[in-house]
């Protein structure tokens, strides 16, 4: 098993980091492309959504693989104002379930695993 972490400050100026710590880890492993893109562009959307939640918390991304698969786990990413019904974050997670509909948004926490045979 093998685990990558990141924390960031919720600026907007260090979505890209974010999209590329995802790139990155994903490209060691054989994923489709559309899965990896799928990937990159959840967590963006995780990101832009504790940005806009502006509650000033680090914003924490985990990556974890084993021979199943990966997981990707983004923390503190605000997603307990999706209560609230904000407007950006039922799009933001109207996306994520498009993309991964098994997604488990628990407390301020999304987790998404993806196995080997996507």
């Known amino acids: 098993m ?3 972490r990141l924390s960031v400050a919720p600026d907007p ?3 890209l980091v974010v999209r590329i710590f995802v790139g990155s880890v994903t490209e060691q492993f054989e994923f489709p492309e559309p899965v ?3 990937l990159r562009l959840a967590a963006s959307e995780l990101f832009s959504g504790a940005v806009e939640a502006g509650d000033g918390d680090l914003v924490r991304f985990e990556l ?3 021979d199943g698969g990966m997981e990707l786990c983004a923390g ?3 997603v307990e104002h999706e209560s609230a019904d904000l407007e950006g974050w039922t799009g933001r997670f ?3 379930r498009a993309l991964f ?3 488990d948004v628990t407390g301020t926490s ?3 695993r993806v196995s080997l045979t996507n």
């Open 2 to 4: 093998s685990t990558s």
């Open 13 to 15: 100026a260090l979505a």
């Open 36 to 38: 990896k893109d799928d």
């Open 64 to 66: 974890s693989t084993d």
């Open 76 to 78: 503190d990413v605000g």
């Open 94 to 96: 109207a996306l994520i």
């Open 101 to 103: 509909p098994d997604a």
């Open 110 to 112: 999304v987790r998404i």
